[in-house]
């Protein structure tokens, strides 16, 4: 019968395309497996053959949610069944699926009380001439969805094979409805190990050679984690991270890093636990049992692999040796919480495999056998210095020299090494919190830390300051991004603020970083360490003429430093004609008072040789006076998101684009479309909205006449 791709001619095939041979066999090989979670219309074409009686319904809807998000919901009249392309099966192992086959309460999902109502799971070698049974369906829980799990029969391995759920009959529209989500046609991975640290070029594109199932999981940030995670949030539905097939082998391990629900208050509701299955996925047990007092477990007391908020409210690393129970045979994992759009957790550098040496010591994280160590240790503690309300008892500093000095030794105080400045006029305001990174110099067997405030000079009055809350542990909190408005100001952001002080200035909504100050000689603003890659932007506002008038012109430069403040290199240095060996003719990264008098917003992408683990910036007002001149920063922002950096017209916050007025939408783009001509005879007063800026030159007859009356002469020194 030509297997169902051909028309018979006169005792011979005619093949349909894609087909030939006396029997209609494919000319190719058909796809070899099959996922679909229903959550993009455009796989229902290319996926399925035919769905009939269906529609995808959201969580709302329907038989509500089976798997994660949308599922495809049969309710309509008529013919209701869902058929697959032909496939190629000869190496696929099982079929999967959730289903819900009536059983609700609700109108839309009910009946399927005969059994020729059930559903029946199919398939055909034939192009669906003669079908098959692989399963009966009746009615499920009202409660949950069912998992189903096939393991496909011989007969259903070959070069062309389709697999359908059709219902042979029902009562009529929107009665005996049923759902199906999570369809996976595959074969058994039994993969020795896994490693997924999550950081990936496309935020959609998981790792499908890894994980069996992710419901609705993206790759994000999450609670100040260093870099992207697999992250689940504003889910209704169960969150689940499900390996594929593992054959694990004695003294493996599992490793991950976890964060659930970003808090350090605990609660018992919505855990997340670690489970493992030998059934495919059918029934789960706990990696670790809880062993209380009253339990016999050989003094071995634990809480089991259940991870709740606040104990794992901040990032943790965790190492379980797995036992002989789990690693005998087939043997899949999960990361799994209850359902719930208020609850999230977060999971990063999840390695299942052989061990590392010393499981790394706990300062590590194990990859095929080897560690990668934590990149460093912190110092972490809450100080406050003084207090601007000038009380009796905590006076207001007068100086930088009322600043208290971090410093270490390692050889019990004979040699002291800086490890920082407190500025006391940032940490007088309220307590706040300071972290600092440990140079490998002072990671050594015995290390002193030491908080100390200068004398000065003998029975001069000096701030009192207050320490608490202090932590000497391993650094697990890099970031690649930052964003201050200095309400208050970061000060785990700036590494040191010279003749700065935040308040409302130049006009300014709310608090910026005012430059004002002349003790000294320098007016700076310095950034801790950030990491930096080819996708980081830097934007921020800058004002210079906060004075009104100033005695001489005078620039701000923006530099970075990839080695720690020890030398410096200014973000974009300048292309000029006639140079050749840059790109796009642009001016340095050094602002002019006289271009940025009034509040200007500046977006830059770094240079690559700013890219690194490790970079700081620092703006610096160049000039040998300081008196006279204010100038103030605001709106900082380093980090990635924000598309087409806002095209110019939006202030980048949180990685979303605030757009200016009269601009919208992701981008920024223009509300009305812009004008498509400009003509300017400068017989007059420049309008704005046509010439925001004009620097160095006016309207005059210096030059003579060009065409008529005036023109617009550049004369001016700058």
């Avoid at 697990?476 to 700065?500: G, H, I, L």
Wanted: proline share 5%.
């Amino acid at each position: 019968m030509c297997n169902g791709h051909g028309r018979c001619v006169e005792g011979i095939c005619k093949c349909d395309a894609g087909y030939s041979s006396l029997s209609c066999s494919p000319e190719r090989q058909l796809p070899n497996s099959l996922k679909t979670d229903f959550s993009m219309m455009h796989k229902l074409e290319s996926d399925w053959l035919a769905v009939l009686g269906a529609d995808v319904a959201g969580a709302n809807q329907g038989c509500g949610i089976l798997l994660s998000g949308e599922s495809l919901y049969f309710s309509k009249a008529g013919p209701r069944q869902l058929v697959s392309k032909d496939l190629h099966t000869l190496s696929i192992d099982f079929l999967q699926f959730y289903i819900q086959v009536g059983g609700r309460s609700n109108i839309r999902c009910y009946g399927i009380e005969k059994r020729e109502e059930h559903i029946l799971v199919q398939y055909s070698n034939n192009g669906g001439i003669t079908w098959h049974l692989l399963k009966e369906l009746q009615e499920t829980d009202p409660n949950q969805s069912r998992f189903i799990h096939i393991v496909l029969p011989e007969k259903a391995k070959t070069e062309s094979t389709r697999i359908r759920w059709w219902q042979p009959t029902h009562s009529g529209a929107n009665v005996d409805q049923w759902s199906v989500d999570g369809v996976v046609l595959s074969r058994y991975k039994d993969m020795p190990n896994l490693l997924d640290t999550f950081q990936q070029d496309s935020p959609l594109q998981l790792q499908d050679d890894l994980w069996l199932t992710i419901t609705e999981g993206m790759y994000a940030p999450y609670c100040q984690s260093r870099d992207d995670t697999l992250m689940f949030a504003d889910q209704q539905n169960e969150k689940f991270a499900m390996t594929k097939d593992m054959q694990l082998q004695t003294g493996d391990i599992v490793q991950f890093r976890i964060n659930v629900g970003c808090s350090k208050a605990f609660s018992y509701h919505h855990p997340v636990l670690l489970q493992y299955s030998h059934d495919a996925g059918l029934t789960w047990r706990l990696v670790n049992k809880p062993c209380y007092i009253d339990d016999q477990c050989s003094g071995r007391y634990t809480e089991g692999s259940i991870y709740y908020t606040g104990t794992y409210g901040e990032w943790r690393l965790v190492v379980i040796p797995l036992d002989d129970k789990i690693i005998n045979g087939r043997v899949n994992l999960r990361w799994w919480q209850k359902g719930g759009p208020v609850y999230n957790f977060a999971l990063d550098d999840v390695y299942i495999g052989p061990p590392c040496p010393d499981m790394c010591s706990g300062h590590g994280v194990c990859l095929h056998g080897v560690c990668s160590c934590d990149p460093g240790y912190e110092v972490q503690f809450l100080i406050k210095i003084g207090s601007s309300e000038d009380r009796r008892t905590c006076r207001k500093p007068r100086g930088r020299n009322e600043g208290v000095i971090v410093d270490f030794s390692t050889d019990n105080g004979i040699m002291w090494h800086i490890l920082r400045i407190l500025d006391p006029e940032t940490l007088s305001d309220k307590p706040q919190t300071v972290t600092l990174e440990l140079p490998p110099a002072a990671k050594k067997a015995s290390t002193v830390i030491r908080w100390w405030q200068p004398i000065i000079s003998p029975g001069s009055p000096r701030a009192q300051w207050a320490i608490d809350d202090v932590i000497i542990a391993v650094n697990d909190t890099n970031s690649k991004r930052f964003q201050e408005n200095f309400n208050p100001m970061k000060t785990n952001v700036w590494y040191m603020a010279m003749n700065a002080v935040p308040k409302i200035t130049c006009s300014s909504l709310g608090n910026a970083l005012e430059f004002s100050k002349n003790a000294g000689r320098m007016r700076y603003a310095e950034t801790w360490d950030f990491r930096v890659t080819p996708s980081t932007f830097l934007q921020f506002d800058i004002a210079m003429g906060c004075s009104g008038t100033y005695s001489a012109l005078y620039s701000v430069q923006l530099q970075y430093s990839v080695d720690m403040g020890h030398s410096w290199h200014m973000v974009a240095d300048d292309c000029l004609p006639p140079q050749l060996d840059c790109s796009g003719y642009h001016l340095s990264s050094s602002f002019l008072s006289d271009a940025y008098a009034n509040w200007t917003r500046v977006t830059r992408y770094l240079p690559p040789t700013a890219v690194s683990p490790a970079t700081r910036f620092r703006w610096l007002q160049q000039t040998v006076t300081l008196r006279g001149n204010i100038w103030a920063l605001d709106n900082i922002y380093l980090g990635d998101g924000c598309p087409w950096m806002c095209s110019g017209h939006g202030q980048c916050d949180q990685g979303v684009c605030r757009c200016d007025s009269g601009y919208f939408g992701v981008y920024c783009v223009p509300y009305i479309p812009l004008p498509m001509v400009l003509k300017e005879t400068f017989e007059k007063t420049l309008p704005r909205d046509s010439w925001p800026e004009v620097y160095g030159g006016e309207i005059s007859r210096v030059c003579g006449i060009l065409v008529s009356g005036t023109a617009l002469t550049f004369f001016k020194v700058t």
